[in-house]
């Protein structure tokens, strides 16, 4: 293996796992932007109101897109070893 394969391995591999985990860390963060407007106009600032419903959401979200992260995990698997 050359350094030009090993450059563009590293690469899809970094890609893929953004790819992975963008839509969780999005949800993520559109649940703790929505907790701290509501948290700023009511103004009411406690911790666990921003912590325990973004981790339910992003649990959710991990939930719902385990089959879309396995097919794309799978087909780079099927890609490295048929190489």
């Given at each position: 293996?050359?350094?030009?394969e090993?450059?563009?391995?590293?690469?899809?591999?970094?890609?893929?796992?953004?790819?992975?985990?963008?839509?969780?860390?999005?949800?993520?963060?559109?649940?703790?932007?929505?907790?701290?407007?509501?948290?700023?106009?009511t103004?009411?600032?406690?911790?666990?109101?921003?912590?325990?419903?973004?981790?339910?959401?992003?649990?959710?979200?991990?939930?719902?897109?385990?089959?879309?992260?396995?097919?794309?995990?799978?087909?780079?698997?099927?890609?490295?070893?048929?190489?």
């Amino acid at each position: 293996m050359e350094v030009d394969e090993a450059l563009d391995l590293g690469r899809e591999a970094f890609l893929l796992a953004f790819t992975i985990a963008a839509p969780i860390l999005v949800i993520g963060l559109l649940v703790g932007l929505t907790i701290a407007l509501v948290q700023a106009v009511t103004q009411l600032h406690e911790q666990t109101l921003t912590f325990v419903p973004k981790i339910l959401a992003m649990a959710g979200a991990a939930a719902f897109f385990i089959p879309w992260i396995t097919t794309r995990m799978l087909e780079y698997a099927i890609q490295m070893f048929g190489q």
